[in-house]
T-cell receptor
Framework: DTGVSQNPRHKITKRGQNVTFRCDPI?????LYWYRQTLGQGPEFLTY????????KSRLLSDRFSAERPKGSFSTLEIQRTEQGDSAMYLC??????????????FGNGTRLTVT | GDSVTQMEGPVTLSEEAFLTINCTYT??????LFWYVQYPGEGLQLLLK?????DKGSNKGFEATYRKETTSFHLEKGSVQVSDSAVYFC?????????????FGAGTRLAVHP
């Protein structure tokens, strides 16, 4: 168990460019979550996958954002036409659960995005 | 909707002092409650949890009791150490969708001095 891995750790991009982040969950974890954390705030839920199916998307996830988990293992989060307001820490978490109750989330160290 | 409110930081304490970080919540159902900790340069780690009223979660000398009557889940530690310096997040679990969707407070930064 190597934990949840996120790449890259840091990304600096110019406004208008596209960026893609990757998350590798703990192996065999069937649930995967993306959160966004801005400075001085707690993480906010973005989206959730059960295996390869994306089952919920927050209203925070505008049309410029897309997330995939094609084989039910790793996931990618893409932001198109980045804006300065997208600057934040993007966190990935995973869990193994079949009942939906009380399953602890294991978080990665995050990808810090800075849009200039 | 569901929400979590926790005391603003930073909280600055001397080593061996008593710690309390207040957390209150608003929820329509019966959520599970959590404290997560974020050490400098690291990811969020689960510190402790409680799943029903009057449950007490504890770990590493920290404890918190699920108080349904006051909708609170205050974090306490009897004697803090410098190594406890971190940001602490209170969270509740909205499980109405059948999965563990966490709603976090804004976080409270704790700084412990020798």
């Amino acid at each position: 168990d190597t934990g949840v891995s996120q790449n890259p750790r840091h990304k600096i991009t110019k406004r208008g460019q596209n960026v893609t982040f990757r998350c590798d969950p703990i192996s065999e974890h069937n649930r995967l979550y993306w959160y966004r954390q801005t400075l001085g705030q707690g993480p906010e839920f973005l989206t959730y996958f059960q295996n390869e199916a994306q089952l919920e998307k927050s209203r925070l996830l505008s049309d410029r954002f897309s997330a995939e988990r094609p084989k039910g293992s790793f996931s990618t989060l893409e932001i198109q036409r980045t804006e300065q307001g997208d600057s934040a820490m993007y966190l990935c978490a995973s869990s193994l659960d079949s009942t939906g109750r009380n399953s602890p989330l294991h978080f990665g160290n995050g990808t810090r995005l800075t849009v200039t | 909707g569901d929400s979590v409110t926790q005391m603003e930081g930073p909280v600055t304490l001397s080593e061996e002092a008593f710690l309390t970080i207040n957390c209150t919540y608003t929820a329509t159902g019966y959520p599970s409650l959590f404290w997560y900790v974020q050490y400098p340069g690291e990811g969020l780690q689960l510190l402790l949890k409680a799943t029903k009223a009057d449950d007490k979660g504890s770990n590493k000398g920290f404890e918190a009791t699920y108080r349904k009557e006051t909708t609170s889940f205050h974090l306490e530690k009897g004697s803090v150490q410098v190594s406890d310096s971190a940001v602490y997040f209170c969270a509740l679990s909205d499980e109405s969708g059948g999965y563990n969707k966490l709603i976090f407070g804004a976080g409270t930064r704790l700084a412990v001095h020798p």
